[in-house]
């Protein structure tokens, strides 16, 4: 019985050695993976005006940045002297379903000091606020931040382009789906000043 009794407490410490030494074998590679990834910044290839990008779900063609007095493509401008920066692009939805992810295309990186952080997504085709976007429909968007007041105005505009991967089968579900969102490309615009007010 005192032997039975020491193969079973033998056992058990046995395993849960096995099961720290398991875990904290788990964490040292995760933490190691972790911190490569932060060490190691992938350098980003340039992204011209006019060039057409493949990101996955979107293709895309950044055009011109631009300062405007107008918080949408076919309104009067502003009261008040209010600034906005105004960026236009085409956009190919190239999956098989309407999506309305859209806004995660673009980034302003790193964050100008006084740009809104959200911008609005404007339909240039009916000057209609863009909600989704067809599958294999290109579309001419306007992407409008807004300025705070006295904020300065950018010279360059330093855009990150987000791309992601199509999977037949995801790992939880096993559905296909997009997925790993992740910078692709960057592209820096000139910002073409405001046009002076007749």
Known sequence: MIVSWLANLRQAVSSKLTIGIGGLLALAITSGQS???????PVLPALAAGTPLDAGRWRIV?????LTTHSRPDGSPAPGGAQF??????????SSETDNTF????????PIEGL???PTFWLLRDKAMLSALQPGLPERVQVIWRLAPGAKAPERLRLVVNGET????????????????KPIAVATLP???A???P
């Open 166 to 181: 199509f999977k037949p089968r995801d790992n939880l579900f096993a559905a296909p789906g997009w997925f790993n969102r």
């Open 195 to 197: 046009e002076p007010k």
């Open 62 to 66: 950044l055009h011109e940045a631009r």
């Open 116 to 118: 809104q952080p959200n």
């Open 191 to 193: 910002v073409v000043p």
């Open 85 to 94: 920066l105004a960026l236009d692009l085409d956009i190919a939805n190239r």
């Open 35 to 41: 911190l490569l990834e932060a060490l190691e910044q």
């Open 103 to 110: 806004a995660r295309i673009v980034a302003v990186e790193p």
